[in-house]
Nanobody, 123 residues
Framework: QVQLVESGGGLVQAGGSLRLSCLASGRTFSITPMGWFRQAPGKEREFVAAINWSGGSTLSAASVKGRFTISRDNAKNTVYLQMNSLKPEDTAVYYC????????????????WGQGTQVTVSS
């Protein structure tokens, strides 16, 4: 079992930055691929970024590449999402998830989910 708790969301102006954190419980965190997803009102949940167990490999959606960076600190059981140059279209609830293969960006490939944190970008 893995429990995930996100934090760091909020309201920011376009062009600003936020860093999301996801604290995980469970002894297997250090060997578990992790991902970030987001869901805007009326839209399906979509992949944002993922990272392998060591942090040495990452995958990002085209819409956030060059602006968002995923990282992890296994000593702190935490995965991060640094979001820069935010746009109004980045407004969504952001979810942290634990999966099986960081290269698989499907929602169904992730087994455990946090409760989400709201990110709102004003224009």
């Amino acid at each position: 079992q893995v429990q995930l708790v996100e934090s760091g969301g909020g309201l920011v102006q376009a062009g600003g930055s936020l860093r999301l954190s996801c604290l995980a419980s469970g002894r297997t965190f250090s060997i578990t691929p992790m991902g970030w997803f987001r869901q805007a009102p009326g839209k399906e949940r979509e992949f944002v970024a993922a990272i392998n167990w060591s942090g040495g490999s990452t995958l990002s959606a085209a819409s956030v590449k060059g602006r968002f960076t995923i990282s992890r600190d296994n000593a702190k059981n935490t995965v991060y999402l640094q979001m820069n140059s935010l746009k109004p279209e980045d407004t969504a609830v952001y979810y942290c998830a634990a999966g099986r293969n960081y290269r698989d960006s499907r929602v169904g490939a992730y087994d455990y989910w946090g409760q989400g944190t709201q990110v709102t970008v004003s224009s």
